[in-house]
């Protein structure tokens, strides 16, 4: 999850328009696994996603988060866990993504040549890869609820951040 940080840009960063594309399994798979519905007492197999959550105390909890401009400058990445986020209520909502590149490098930087934005269904999951870079989750409601599921101390000693105005010149909108 993207922390609060101001969308505001340099006056020098150019935006870019990103455009938002519906997710599927197969689009999302270099940045981590669509979770969707299936039957209850399916067997687990390897379309489904494959948690990191042994590098500490798992955490998961429901987070509140108000609505914010559909744009971004700042992107983030937890190198420790796996990621999973859905929608409480059914919402739909936008997440960007970059590959995890070098996910054990706490100086690596996000391939924005990958970057992609994808509209996850309200009755859909996703959970990021490890490494994953990712700002988001954002919506058009004026508040929505998520599941979150990280470890305790994520979002203390693990929260990887690169400022993509000041690195590469660039801030991203969503269209």
Known sequence: MELAAPAVSSPQAE?????????????FAP??????????????????AQLVVNRGTPRFYIMDLKHREMAFRHITR?????????????????IAVAPPDEPDNPAGKPDITRLRAFRVGG???IMLGRGTWHAGPFFEAPEVA??????????VVDHHNCLLDAE???????V
């Open 146 to 155: 998520f599941f979150n599921l990280e470890l305790a101390d994520t979002n």
């Open 123 to 125: 009755d859909q999951a």
């Open 31 to 48: 940045y981590g696994t669509l979770v969707e519905r299936t039957w209850d007492g399916k067997p687990f197999g390897p379309d489904e």
């Open 168 to 174: 590469f010149g660039v801030r991203y909108r969503f």
């Open 15 to 27: 935006t870019i328009d990103l455009k938002i594309e519906p997710i599927t399994t197969e689009g």
């Open 78 to 94: 937890h190198l420790a866990v796996t990621q999973c986020l859905a929608a409480v209520g059914g919402k739909d909502w936008v």
